[in-house]
């Protein structure tokens, strides 16, 4: 089996106004080395976020267990510190500009991006899936771009902002835009060619080594995986674990089409950045970029034909069941955004913490 792992961030906010609290050193100090799964704890840029990556896994079976066991430790962690841990793309509400964790690393981020740092309060989920080479990775890049906009359709999960609806889906989308190298990463020739050009924004515009490159998809540093990187933080395992399979059937699906030297597809690089613009906006609550027709179909077609392309990926990984299962949920309950504005029009805010708080636990 292809081996995967999981990069969640998430946000400790106040219970009563869903602003963000300043305890991520805290429960990050609190937690790590405590068990096998809080092992990977980090900090993340804001001082009231934390990051955690997973171990590595060989099935979905194993990220659910770990993912739901990790989630309820961190519950456990911000109860105690009178917060709520929220797997959300954005807080709901926000003032003033946001402590930055006290890093090096950090600051640098801070002068580099200046006022762009004011509403980076973002939070996403990171899939990384193995791959043999990089030129390997760099083939599965130039495949996987083009489903970019189907995976945040699925997962966006931030409409709000300043405790207003955005009227998008994935408003944590649209602040990335926002960032110097945001967006569908390019074609590549090759492994050389990527390493070329990566080199060559090191120094532009606020990028300042090519950890800071932020493409939607990109070959990780320091680890034989490609990274995607398109989703929000999702509100609960579930969610996780489904844009996890879709990410790991999409690389398997790309090194096939690769070794038996099928072309990737040709998409406008244009067309593309509007596919991810129209994602973020209307999710799955509308129509999506079909890059395969190369126009717009319904959401419930495109990612229909997402499962027909990777259908036999999902039958070599014994993900196919559980992926239907996971989608069926989802088109019954909703999107993390979809689910949020329920419960908004339900009971306000005190219904929508509610709902991280109870979500955040829930088995996938």
């Known amino acids: 089996m292809t081996t995967f792992g999981i990069e969640e961030e998430f946000i400790f906010l106040d219970p009563r106004t869903l602003t963000p609290s300043d305890v991520g050193a805290a429960v990050h100090d609190e937690l790590l080395g405590r068990a096998r799964e809080s092992r990977f704890v980090s900090h993340e840029f804001l001082a009231s976020q934390i990051e955690r990556s997973s171990p590595v896994f060989s099935t979905a079976g194993q990220a659910e267990a770990d993912l739901v066991t990790f989630r309820t430790r961190l519950a456990a962690q911000a109860e105690r510190r009178g917060v709520v841990a929220a797997a959300v793309g954005t807080p709901f509400m926000c003032a003033g500009w946001p402590s930055v964790t006290d890093s090096e690393r950090y600051h640098q981020v801070e002068a580099e991006f200046r006022g762009l740092v004011t509403d980076h309060l973002i939070n996403g989920t990171h899939v990384h899936v193995a791959v043999p080479s990089r030129d390997a990775g760099v083939a599965v890049l130039n495949r996987v771009r083009t489903w970019l906009p189907t995976l945040l359709a699925l997962t966006g999960n931030s409409p709000y902002w300043h405790g207003a609806d955005t009227g998008f889906a994935s408003w944590r989308a649209m602040h990335?835009?926002?960032?110097?190298?945001?967006?569908?990463?390019?074609?590549?020739?090759?492994?050389?060619?990527?390493?070329?050009?990566?080199?060559?924004?090191?120094?532009?515009?606020?990028?300042?080594?090519t950890r800071t490159v932020w493409w939607n998809a990109r070959l990780a540093e320091g680890h034989p995986t490609v990274e995607i990187r398109v989703a929000d933080a999702q509100l609960d395992a579930g969610q996780a674990l489904l844009v996890a399979a879709l990410s790991r059937a999409l690389v398997v699906t790309s090194l096939a089409e690769a070794e038996r030297g099928d072309p990737p597809p040709s998409v406008d690089p244009e067309l593309l950045d509007a596919g991810l613009w129209h994602a973020a906006r209307d999710g799955l609550g509308g129509d999506l970029l079909d890059p395969v027709a190369l126009e717009l179909r319904g959401s419930r077609e495109v990612v229909h034909r997402l499962l027909v392309h990777v259908g036999d990926a999902l039958d070599a990984e014994g993900d196919h069941e559980r992926v239907r299962s996971l989608l069926d949920r989802l088109h019954a309950d909703g999107t993390g955004a979809e689910r949020q504005r329920a419960a908004v029009r339900r009971g306000g805010v005190a219904a929508l913490g509610e709902l991280y708080r109870t979500a955040l636990v829930a088995r996938a």
Not at 186 to 208: K, M
Request: glycine share 12%; aromatic share 12%; charged share 30%.
């Open 176 to 209: 990335m835009r926002r960032w110097s190298s945001g967006g569908c990463p390019p074609p590549f020739a090759d492994a050389d060619d990527y390493d070329r050009r990566l080199a060559r924004l090191v120094g532009v515009a606020g990028t300042y080594d």
